[in-house]
């Protein structure tokens, strides 16, 4: 089906735009009174996200709502672990959590090999099928999926961190097991991307939440090394986003992908001369300048639209947005980039 606001791909591609295009990454729930509604409805988080309908509802509720120029499909980055057979809990208020936890190579063995990841998966998938049937054209949709190495920092913690010491542990202690679980977790992602796309999703994303804890040397051996295989393996329009690994910015640039994502603390200027016009970047508003007045909000996005030298890029926040942003502010940070002429 033709996309009638298709500005997303194109300048994914680098293909001429009239403006630039926004949407904020976790713009799906959180911070909507409309989301919360549905929410209610449920038992929590992951009945939401896998009843397909009531996933395609709030997916499709910050395009009505808010007029982003892409939908991004609700679900979580932990649906992996969880149809590899280690089950995720969200516990209100405190985020997810694994009753097991991957250490030994014993513990591999709660992990279920040769799964069916699309039918493990469907739950996202008939979401990304009902979605799209629910844009109708509209915007394009996101699929996505968590990075190798966020990914296996869950399953090692088993919760959040501030250093996931645990799991930068385990690869000097046991790098083997790091890498074979890594690459586990590659392979369903490449599948599950793929079908992805099968099922309609336009584009995608991956998100390495926690690439910026890991040294130079390490990011590239376990991370950009499995970052590398599923880019290689997908086609279309493309986005990494290695929140934090700055000393990774080169070696990102040379990936086979369309878009880098960048978070507020990198400079886009710089970020631009690594990439050229080979890239388009996305990004990169700090996600507290959201907490401000309109006018500070303005001001502070025609900054960063200011700072722009390539049409090359799509707008949105250095990281998700927070759950107590008011929907006014984010609507005065989406009317400034539309409003913006190139
Ligand atoms: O972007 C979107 O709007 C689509 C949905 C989406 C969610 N999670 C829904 C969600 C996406 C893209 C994610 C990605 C995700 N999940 C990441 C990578 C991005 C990032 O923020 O760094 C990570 C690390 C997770 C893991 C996760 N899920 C955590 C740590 C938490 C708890 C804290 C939090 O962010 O709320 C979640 C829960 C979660 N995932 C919620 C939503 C809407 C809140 C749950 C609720 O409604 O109760």
Avoid at 72 to 97: H, R, T
Avoid at 255 to 268: E, H, Q, R, V, Y
Avoid at 295 to 311: G, N, P, V, Y
Wanted: charged letters at 25%.
């Amino acid at each position: 089906m033709k996309i009638s606001n298709d500005l997303y791909l194109r300048a994914s591609r680098g293909e001429k735009i009239e403006r630039y295009p926004v949407w904020l990454m976790r713009q799906a729930g959180r911070i909507l009174p409309e989301y919360r509604a549905v929410r209610a409805s449920v038992s929590g988080f992951k009945e939401l996200a896998e009843t397909p309908e009531l996933a395609a509802e709030v997916t499709v509720q910050p395009v009505d709502i808010l007029g982003v120029d892409a939908a991004i499909i609700f679900s979580d980055i932990l649906v992996v672990p969880d149809a590899m057979g280690l089950p995720y809990q969200m516990i209100e208020k405190k985020g997810p959590w694994f009753e097991h936890t991957i250490h030994s190579e014993s513990d591999l063995k709660r992990l279920d090999i040769k799964i069916d990841v699309a039918e493990r998966l469907s739950y996202v998938l008939e979401a990304i099928s009902i979605t799209k049937r629910e844009l109708n054209g509209r915007v394009p949709l996101i699929g996505f999926a968590g990075a190798p190495w966020t990914i296996l920092c869950y399953m090692v913690e088993g919760s959040g961190s501030k250093t996931f010491s645990e799991t930068r542990k385990l690869l000097y202690t046991n790098p083997k097991l790091a890498h074979e679980l890594l690459q586990r977790i590659t392979d369903v992602t490449i599948i599950y991307l793929k079908a992805q796309l099968k099922h309609g999703a336009d584009a995608l994303q991956l998100f390495d939440s926690w690439a910026g804890i890991l040294g130079h040397k390490q990011y590239q051996e376990f991370g950009m090394k499995y970052i590398q295989q599923i880019v290689n393996a997908i086609e279309g329009p493309f986005t990494v986003f290695s929140k934090g690994a700055y000393s990774a910015l080169p070696a990102l640039m040379d990936l086979a992908c369309t878009t880098i994502g960048l978070d507020w603390n990198m400079n886009i200027e710089h970020a631009r001369s690594l990439a050229g016009e080979k890239k388009t970047l996305q990004g990169n508003l700090d996600p507290c300048v959201l907490y401000g007045s309109e006018s500070a909000i303005e001001k502070e996005t025609l900054q960063l639209l200011h700072s722009f030298k390539s049409q090359r890029h799509i707008v949105n926040l250095g990281h998700g947005v927070y759950p107590d942003i008011k929907p006014e502010n984010v609507k005065a940070f989406i009317k400034t980039v539309k409003n913006y002429e190139i």
